[in-house]
């Protein structure tokens, strides 16, 4: 966990020292200001978790520095200490939003009590801003059991209980956020943030400041300081979705921290200690993006303690038909409309289709087709089409290519491929199926599926 952060303003030496002895014995790092102005300009370039400060002080008094901090929105948590308080100086202070209001002669163990208050609260206003961001993103919580599923709930129990990084592998729209929440939610963790980005969707200038903070007038329009992701997760889980697409220059920096467990906001050579689990996400081969310069090795390796490979939904036997019932039932809520029965015909339809766009893609189809059926029984004709043709495509014979269109006909071709190298490689691996995926540079679960469409000989 990093120090907190405390300045402490007072034109009385001696008061100064005597807060920042007690402030030191509670594990903060203690700054200093003679008066309001030096504390105004000094808050300007920095970040802190509390500021505690007389009032009566040359060039700008307490008042007027704590009138000026909520002026510029800057909700930092004030505690006031003074010899000449007053009810009307108590109520002004109150009103700017001071936390406390402490007479001097005063009891260290009291004002020990409301440093502690004050920083609490300062905590739970800066979760609770994060929190409000994330208000509206609902997750389904895992449904399915299939032996592909099965595997991934063992190993999320497995991982949870250790500080381990960890990456997840799979298609976009397989749910690996949606894992990475559960492995926070289960971890020793759990009270502290869950802090989610999206490396894709961010540019990689905004990226930098997004993830390590920024000091203010490190750069054009850094008007304020501004804490990064790794500061807000700090005790809990930072989780960096699509981590191959980060710029492989900010994937140095980001080596640094995974490494060190301490960061330099953008524009500042002040070190910041960081206690967080990393888990980061990619819908691309890693070893891939490795050789495409999408990914540095050493990054990989850092992140890739423990690896869970999720599983396509069309590998997922079984679970699609309770996928379905669930995001009915969910849409159904959504829209006001009675929860409608999902039809043979369809739920035949949806089993014979080989969902490209994974579990995401289901979801997306089922609130579609709640709309579409206001109610009623879900049918094959709520679905999209080329879903309601699927039984008849999978059943459909394969046409005969004649001698003008067989060149052209790439996917028997890269098929006829496949089947021959997943051949060799149980060749090479004496029919051992984890040697064999390993040869392949696929997940053990693909080839099984694989093998299950090309009725290879096990």
Avoid at 359 to 373: D, G, K, Q, Y
Wanted: glycine share 4%; proline share 4%; net charge negative.
């Amino acid at each position: 966990m990093k120090q907190a952060q405390v300045l402490v303003v007072d034109d009385e030496a001696n008061m100064r020292r005597i807060l920042e002895l007690m402030l030191r014995q509670m594990g903060c790092q203690v700054h200093q200001a003679e008066d309001g102005q030096a504390a105004f300009e000094f808050l300007q370039h920095n970040d802190v978790d509390l500021v505690m400060t007389d009032l009566r002080m040359p060039r700008k008094t307490g008042l007027e520095l704590l009138r000026d901090l909520r002026a510029q929105h800057d909700d930092v948590p004030v505690i006031v200490i003074t010899a000449f308080g007053t009810v009307e100086t108590a109520v002004d202070a109150m009103k700017y939003g001071a936390c406390d209001y402490i007479l001097r002669p005063f009891e260290l163990d009291a004002v020990e009590a409301s440093i502690k208050r004050a920083m609490t609260l300062h905590r739970v206003q800066r979760e609770n801003r994060f929190l409000k961001q994330e208000l509206g993103k609902q997750f389904a919580g895992f449904i399915g059991d299939s032996p592909a599923m099965r595997t991934v709930y063992e190993l999320i129990q497995k991982v949870s209980a250790t500080k381990t990084n960890v990456l997840i592998q799979g298609e976009t729209g397989t749910g690996k956020e949606l894992v990475a929440r559960a492995i926070h939610q289960s971890s020793n963790r759990a009270e502290q943030l869950f802090v989610s980005i999206n490396c894709a969707a961010i540019p990689a200038d905004i990226l930098e400041s997004e993830l390590f903070g920024h000091s203010k007038g490190a750069f054009t329009g850094a008007v304020k300081d501004r804490v990064g992701k790794f500061e807000l997760a700090d005790g809990g889980t930072l989780f960096l979705d699509e981590i191959t697409e980060m710029d492989i220059s900010l994937q140095a920096k980001l080596l640094r921290v995974l490494q060190e467990h301490r960061l330099e906001r953008i524009g500042s050579n002040h070190t910041i200690d960081i206690d967080i689990r990393v888990i980061a996400a990619t819908n691309r081969n890693p070893k891939q993006a490795i050789a495409e310069q999408r990914l540095r090795e050493d990054v990989y390796y850092r992140l890739n303690v423990f690896s869970i490979d999720l599983p396509s939904l069309r590998d997922r036997q079984g679970d699609v038909p309770l996928l379905a019932r669930h995001f009915i039932r969910q849409a159904a809520t959504e829209c006001g409309f009675p929860c409608a029965p999902l039809s043979e015909q369809a739920e035949h339809c949806l089993n014979a289709y080989h969902w490209p766009g994974n579990v995401r893609e289901l979801e997306n189809m089922m609130a579609r087709a709640v709309v579409l059926s206001a109610g009623q029984p879900i049918l094959a004709e709520h679905l999209p089409h080329e879903v309601a043709l699927a039984p008849e495509r999978a059943a459909a014979p394969e046409p005969v290519a004649t001698s003008a269109s067989s060149s052209l006909a790439l996917t028997p071709k890269v098929e006829a491929l496949e089947r021959q190298l997943i051949q060799q490689a149980l060749e090479a691996s004496d029919n051992n199926k984890v040697k064999a995926a390993r040869l392949l540079e696929i997940s053990e679960r693909s080839l099984w599926y694989k093998l299950k469409k090309y009725q290879c000989q096990t």
